[in-house]
């Protein structure tokens, strides 16, 4: 867990936490406020589910990346349509790995050889914001924005980037900016630009599991479109860690060598290969849905706040690209955390149940990230417009209380 990721926990009181865990009504449970005992029972489930999952429980158990977590990386490998994949505790290893590997010639074919080691990406990145420069302090590479617009990257960023760069890597979708995703034409045309100046490509896909709606593409094409691809377990399929590098058989091979180097060959990896099976099997397919009722929620929180006339207030975008978006309010982030926790513990509803941040430009502003997961499914238009003006409530009652 990076510095940055670390503080966006800590930022959150144990009161916080435990409203959502006592919430009733949620539009989403994240995994990041579940109890231990909570995260115990999912493991036990997605164990209870392992013959369904292809695993055989009596099996020897797995010893370096062999057994189930062979058996992960097979199952990632044919959803991607990659020839293969490895296994990685973390997505920051795994980036690195397959940035490090296109550096130095990994994969059939070199590619150029002047900028070879310089990646060119989104300024407002994963890679640039929550990973404490590992790129360049660890791995050696050197980077090169395309764009600072907080907007997909486009085709002319990439044709009229200044100088050479070995590898493009996009983010999909990008979170930073609102969980923002281009269409597949834009998709298509990024990559080929990517490709016509010598470049490889490589998806930061995190969250690429839930891509499919906006993009109108299944898996394998998507990352078709890529000569690598990195996923994560533990976001949206709410598996306990770990990530997946997937590409051809020999970079995938020369990644499994740039993972013991860093550390990354753990002894046994199990139960979080057994909890991300149980996610492909269990939460991959309701992401579409999920996507699907997020522009229902988006729209009637856009309403109720047009309503309510609260100025500066935004939902971004106003049609969700995931089952993910922002929520921007004109409040302190303190007040906003303070009126959540209030609206759930006398409601028993938590409308919101991710941390408020203040970017700082412009200043008034805080915003949080929306997710409708499966929990959310039941919530109606006229559901959600009745939470948010009982969440207006408690801001009103808390900005009073604070003055």
């Known amino acids: 867990m990076t510095a940055v990721n670390s503080s966006r926990r800590a930022a959150r009181s144990e009161r916080e936490v435990r409203a959502v865990q006592r919430a009733a009504r949620v539009l989403d449970r994240p995994v990041t406020t579940a109890t231990l005992r909570q995260r115990l029972d999912a493991l036990a489930d997605a164990a209870a589910a392992a013959g369904d999952l292809g695993v055989d429980l009596d099996a020897p158990a797995d010893l370096y990346g062999d057994g189930v977590v062979t058996h992960l990386e097979h199952r990632v490998a044919a959803l991607l349509g990659t020839e293969d994949a490895a296994f990685f505790p973390s997505g920051t290893m795994a980036q690195q790995a397959a940035l490090r590997c296109w550096a130095h010639g990994a994969g059939h074919g070199a590619g150029q050889d002047h900028g070879r080691g310089t990646v060119a990406l989104h300024a407002l990145s994963h890679l640039v914001l929550h990973e404490s420069d590992a790129l360049t302090r660890l791995a050696g590479l050197s980077t090169v924005p395309v764009t600072t617009r907080p907007r997909p990257t486009s085709a002319d960023d990439v044709r009229s980037l200044p100088e050479p760069a070995g590898t493009l890597a996009l983010e999909l979708p990008l979170r930073d900016a ?23 490509v490589h998806l930061d896909g995190a969250r690429l599991w839930e891509t499919t709606t906006h993009l109108g593409h299944p898996l394998d094409q998507i990352a078709g479109l890529a000569d690598s691809v990195y996923v994560s377990f533990y976001k949206s ?35 979080a290969a057994l ?42 975008p106003a049609t969700p690209h995931t089952h993910q978006f922002q929520v921007w309010l004109p409040h302190p982030a303190a007040t906003l955390a303070e009126a959540a926790t209030r609206h759930a513990e006398q409601s028993g509803t938590a409308l919101f149940t991710g941390t408020w941040r203040e970017p700082g430009l412009p200043p008034g ?11 959310g499914l039941s919530w109606s238009a006229e559901d959600v417009r009745t939470a948010l003006r009982g969440f207006l409530d408690a801001v009103a009652t808390t900005t009073a209380t604070t003055r």
């Open 275 to 316: 909890t991300a099976l149980h996610g492909l099997e269990r939460e991959l397919p309701r992401l579409p849905e999920c996507t699907a009722h997020a522009r229902l929620v988006a729209d009637a929180l856009a309403r109720e706040l047009a309503a309510a006339g609260v100025a500066w207030s935004a939902v971004h």
């Open 365 to 375: 502003l805080a915003c949080t990230e929306v997710t409708v997961g499966p929990a």
């Open 178 to 200: 609102g969980f923002l995703l281009p269409s597949w034409d834009e998709l298509v045309e990024v990559t080929d630009a990517a490709r016509g100046r010598g470049m490889r």
């Open 237 to 271: 399929l709410r598996g306990l860690s770990g990530a997946a590098l997937a590409g051809p058989a020999d970079f995938v091979e020369r990644a499994r060598l740039e993972r013991h180097r860093y550390g990354g060959n753990l002894f046994q990896q199990h139960p």
